[in-house]
């Protein structure tokens, strides 16, 4: 939808499209800053549809109407991913699939979508290619698929599966907006880097150095407890299928809210290593001891250049001495983050707006 205002002073075009915005529901950091970029597009006048499922639908219907469709998960165990399983779920889930590919088909016709804004979900992407909708990519995923970058040679293998199945996943877009931390070129004029989408609450917030570690891991992790207990350092914990206190060790049910006042007032993060979680802690200055989900190449890299960047360490298991050798070296960590470019989400906005009123 196009519309043209004559004032005064001169002639001012505003454009206001029919989006269909899709959220992949894997996690939480796709939907975290999903919800940061819909708002801006709706504060430009533009008309959303959101679709999503598991974490995308809880995290984004308290503030959307949202629609559900099918979407893929991966089954984890003990901080790794396990492929067979994974394959197996994806196989019982493929009627599912269809149906969505059919929902997704005839919404786009009835609600005339114009553009669809895709941050790493597949079926809304193989609808748009088939009825020609402009796609946009918005996720982090391209950063290392449409970048030369750099990683640890042993994990070739994972980064091949990894680039295969980002292309099974996005298949063609318009264009890319691919977000990173890491300094590398972008391949392609159809492809731009911008550094991760931050929220209100991290771009406004004050963080504070206190006297603990915050754990955070994406599946139950339990093995690490005993490691904790023979350090001397209070440790507060996410994600490890436990809550309590147990010595020097607190763990903590799922709250969003307790989380990011952890998040702020922890002295540093011992964590996996996805995109958002990374993105925010290096925001807030706290060094990170990265231990990526096993054959998740996307963690993997992260994790490699969060320790060739200076501003912590990667390990792809845990011992005692490897965790008090990091904290042994909090101090140089902070002091390489002090250099961290910081920056709001201005230059992704003003490229999104730009693109779209391009399009139109």
Excluded at 4 to 13: A, E, Q, R, S
Excluded at 32 to 37: C, L, M
Excluded at 306 to 324: A, N, P, Q, T
Aim: proline letters at 5%; hydrophobic letters at 40%; glycine letters at 6%.
């Amino acid at each position: 939808m196009r519309g043209i205002l004559d004032l005064k002073f001169g002639l001012i075009t505003f454009f206001m499209a029919n989006i269909l915005y899709a959220v992949c529901g894997e996690g939480s950091g796709h939907s975290a800053r999903a919800k940061v970029v819909i708002r801006h597009l709706i504060e430009k006048g533009h008309t959303l549809h959101i679709v999503s499922y598991d974490k995308g639908i809880k995290n984004l219907n308290p503030y959307f109407d949202v629609q559900e469709i099918y979407g893929l998960h991966f089954t984890y165990e003990n901080n790794e991913v396990q492929y067979l399983p994974t394959v197996f779920q994806t196989i019982l889930g493929l009627p599912a699939a269809a149906k969505s590919i059919q929902f997704l088909t005839k919404f786009v016709e009835e609600k005339n979508i114009q553009l669809l804004i895709t941050d790493f979900e597949p079926l809304s992407c193989y609808v748009a290619n088939i009825k020609r909708i402009p796609v946009i990519s918005l996720d982090n995923q391209h950063a290392f698929t449409m970048a030369n970058v750099d990683y640890p040679k042993q994990y070739h293998k994972e980064a091949m599966a990894a680039r295969m199945v980002t292309k099974l996943f996005i298949p063609k877009a318009t264009n890319y907006l691919a977000l990173t931390f890491f300094p590398e070129k972008p391949k392609g004029k159809k492809t731009f880097f911008f550094p991760p989408v931050l929220r209100p609450e991290i771009l406004s917030a004050e963080p504070k150095e206190g006297n603990f570690i915050l754990l955070y891991f994406t599946s139950p992790f339990v093995e690490i407890l005993p490691l904790l207990k023979n350090i001397k350092k209070k440790f507060v914990c996410y994600g490890l299928g436990k809550v309590g206190k147990e010595g020097n060790v607190v763990c903590k049910k799922p709250s969003e809210k307790e989380f990011l006042k952890d998040l702020l007032s922890c002295e540093a993060v011992i964590a996996n290593s996805g995109f958002t979680l990374v993105a925010e802690a290096l925001h807030l200055g706290k060094p990170y001891l990265a231990i990526p989900v096993q054959a998740q190449f996307e963690q993997i890299l992260n994790a490699y250049y969060v320790e060739k960047l200076g501003f912590g360490k990667y390990y792809d298991e845990l011992d005692r001495e490897k965790i008090e050798a990091f904290l042994s070296e909090l101090k140089k960590y902070k002091k390489k983050l002090k250099k961290y470019k910081r920056q709001d989400n201005t230059k992704l906005f003003k490229k999104l707006d730009a693109l779209i009123k391009n399009l139109f």
